[in-house]
């Protein structure tokens, strides 16, 4: 079935910049809206961006809108997300998932990755 593996997590300092990326295998990548949630062990897991099948819409969660760009490349089967000025309170645990809808609430989609560790700091 479908498997997703995020990458490009790390270390990076208040005002930095990291790309997130989440690789597709095991089905048709280009049937499947893809999305990026992240988690803190204090909060509940929350929606960041979402790109549409064929990219065309792109939803942000207001926190990170105008730092934050989700895109995907088909030929890849891979998503990207590129986060700019990054803050203290962006890190957690970022997750990709993907879904047959363009959704924002994670009990809508269907597969999920292991996640990737990014930390601001400060």
């Known amino acids: 079935q479908v498997q997703l593996v995020e990458s490009g997590g790390g270390l990076v300092q208040a005002g930095g910049s990291l790309r997130l990326s989440c690789t597709f295998s095991?089905?048709?990548?280009?049937?499947?809206?893809m999305a990026w949630f992240r988690q803190t062990p204090r909060k509940e897991r929350e929606f960041v961006a979402v790109?549409?099948?064929?990219?065309?819409?792109?939803i942000y969660a207001e926190s990170v809108k105008g730092r934050f760009t989700v895109s995907k490349d088909n030929a890849k089967n891979t998503v990207y997300l590129q986060m700019n000025s990054l803050k203290p309170e962006d890190t957690a645990v970022y997750y990709c998932?993907?879904?047959?809808?363009?959704?924002?609430?994670?009990?809508?989609?269907?597969?999920w990755g292991q996640g990737t560790q990014v930390t601001v700091s400060s």
């Open positions: 095991g089905g048709a990548f280009s049937s499947y809206a």
């Open positions: 998932t993907a879904g047959l809808e363009v959704r924002v609430r994670q009990d809508e989609y269907k597969y």
């Open positions: 790109i549409s099948l064929r990219g065309s819409t792109l």
